[in-house]
């Protein structure tokens, strides 16, 4: 039985979101990120539209929020998708229940494309986006430096077949 629900972020649920960050950065996988920003930056990153959380018990085990992709009024329905899970609740379709709901949220506020850039060795986040019709449209070699090592990274991307039609 399912005891967890998707919300609306809201400022208290930063200190949670935050930890979640912490753990792709720690993970490696993630993001190139090297700290988690305060909640000031976070919040300047991150478009208004389409912030949630994924609540069980009180405490956040998921979010996702969206970027803008380009200030230029032409792009104003292509953003960027950030999506992260607490490792601890792995397994629980959060993922996948999530991702469902940012891609109609997002439709409903007007977005026509949603990008994500992944490395490829994270094979769960990949497999995730699939799932819901993002198509690989390139490997970016060697894109940046992590560590002294060049990361490759995919560009991943869905159009919606709701908006801008």
């Known amino acids: 039985m399912q005891n967890w629900e998707i919300r609306n972020f809201q400022k208290e649920n930063y200190s949670d979101v935050a930890r979640i960050y912490q753990t792709g950065i720690d993970g490696r996988n993630a993001t190139f990120q090297k700290e988690v920003p305060t909640l000031e930056a976070w919040d300047q990153k991150y478009l208004d ?11 956040t085990i ?21 999506i992260y899970i607490d490792p601890v609740a792995a397994g629980k379709g959060i993922g996948t229940a999530l ?9 409903k506020a007007g977005f026509w494309t949603l990008q994500s850039l992944i490395f490829p060795e994270n094979t769960a986040s ?25 990361r490759d990274v995919a560009l991943l991307e869905r159009r919606s077949d ?4």
């Not at 539209?49 to 405490?59: L, Q, T």
């Not at 986006?129 to 070699?141: M, N, V, W």
């Not at 709701?162 to 039609?165: A, C, L, S």
């Open 99 to 107: 991702m469902a709901h940012i891609v109609s949220e997002s439709e």
């Open 62 to 82: 998921g979010w996702a929020a969206l970027l803008p992709f380009s200030g230029m009024p032409s792009y104003r329905g292509v953003a960027e998708l950030s």
């Open 49 to 59: 539209d389409c912030r949630f959380v994924v609540m069980e018990d009180g405490i």
């Open 126 to 150: 990949i497999a995730l986006h699939k799932k819901f019709g993002f198509k690989t449209l390139c490997i970016h070699e060697k894109l940046g430096e992590m560590e002294g090592v060049f």
């Open 162 to 165: 709701v908006v801008g039609i």
